[in-house]
């Protein structure tokens, strides 16, 4: 069993800035890919921005120069920097994992969601 929870989201003005976590537990033998999605009301879930095991990272368009991926692998925890939020990056955001298990197995594992809402 893996469980990724998220945390850090909320309400802040447009121009602030927020900082996601997402921790992943329970069978864990090691997480490749770790990434942040996000879904806007009435809008497909889009991807934020992934991080690799060895620290390659990937930003949408839309993000880059404002948005930063991080990760402690020893931790088994992912981050979000979000600075300069703008109205349209408001969204639920989930965190994603690429989970090898303890038993060998991979799988793909999302977490709950967390709300970012960046008021104009």
């Known amino acids: 069993q893996v469980q990724l929870v998220e945390s850090g989201g909320g309400l802040v003005q447009a121009g602030g800035s927020l900082r996601l976590s997402c921790a992943a537990s329970g069978s864990i033998l090691k997480i490749n890919t770790m990434g942040w999605y996000r879904q806007a009301p009435g809008k497909q879930r889009e991807l934020v921005a992934t991080i690799t095991s060895d620290g390659s990272t990937n930003y949408a368009d839309s993000v880059k120069g404002r948005f930063t991926i991080s990760r402690d692998s020893a931790k088994n925890t992912a981050y979000l920097q979000m600075n300069s939020l703008k109205p349209e990056d408001t969204a639920v955001y989930y965190c994603?994992?690429?989970?090898?298990?303890?038993?060998?197995?991979?799988?793909?594992?999302w977490g709950q969601g967390t709300q970012v809402t960046a008021s104009s």
């Open positions: 994603y994992g690429m989970v090898q298990t303890a038993i060998g197995r991979y799988g793909n594992y």
